[in-house]
């Protein structure tokens, strides 16, 4: 199986495992992914969700070997059929997800690799990580939202430079991009991780949904619009145990138990 997962105390782990192409993504990759992904988002037992990849990389993207033995077979098939069964659903799976999706991004994030730890919403980086937009170098252009995505996070000029070059953003860089949340030396990448998926797991996950939700309004409505939202969304949050729980915790000065409900 091209994605090992696994789920424990409320944190399911995607693991991306074709270790021989950098984790690529051939259709089984990318298809097995999507489900994944979409079945962790679903179920009500995973309050966190970490993507990471096995060996020495995140995701080189789409695998460049299949693509050729395709064009080498005299097909030529319309790349955007990929980005639209494909690779779309999955970034909007994760973008959607009513959970945190944390991106534990061990090494190289290439391409569309890149794209999906930067659809991510936590981004924890092993030192020897780094992103490279390298659809240019293929002669693409940059496909699953990457583009919106990096600009929003540091500007059009810088996401338009890594956009025409290609060149890497490594992973100190990256931290002081903002891009990165967290910057891990490799012995303890792994730790750092687990706490992080620990801590989002044991949160009030409904407010975290809604607080992905406005995140995303914010970047395309106007403040009329975010103010309306942000009324919905605090009447729902308003509405939970959690919150409840909260409020009481405060009080009593204890750490809260959050439920996820
Ligand atoms: O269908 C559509 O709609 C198109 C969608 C496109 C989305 C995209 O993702 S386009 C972008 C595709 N990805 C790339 O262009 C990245 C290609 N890879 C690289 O640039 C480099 O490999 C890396 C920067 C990621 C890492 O470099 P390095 O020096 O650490 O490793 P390497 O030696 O280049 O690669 C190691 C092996 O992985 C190597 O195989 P080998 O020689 O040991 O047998 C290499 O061929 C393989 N590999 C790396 N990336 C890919 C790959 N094999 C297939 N596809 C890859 N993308």
Known sequence: MPVRSSVADGVAVLTLDRQETLNAFDDALGSEFLETVAG??????VRCIVITGAGRAFSAGEDLGALQSTYASGRTPPLGDTLVNRYNPTIKAITE????????????????????ALACDYRIASENAKLVLAFVHAGLVPDSGAIWFLTRMVGSARAVHHALTGDAIDARSGRELGIFDEVVEADAFQDAWKDAAERLASG????YALIKELAFAASAGSLEEQLLLEVKAQTEAGGTADHMEGVKAFLEKRKPRFQGR
């Open 40 to 45: 962790a988002a679903a179920d009500d037992s």
């Open 204 to 207: 009030p996950t409904r407010a």
């Open 97 to 116: 997800a009513p959970k945190p999706v944390i991106a534990a991004v061990n090494g190289v994030a290439a391409g569309a690799g890149a794209s999906i």
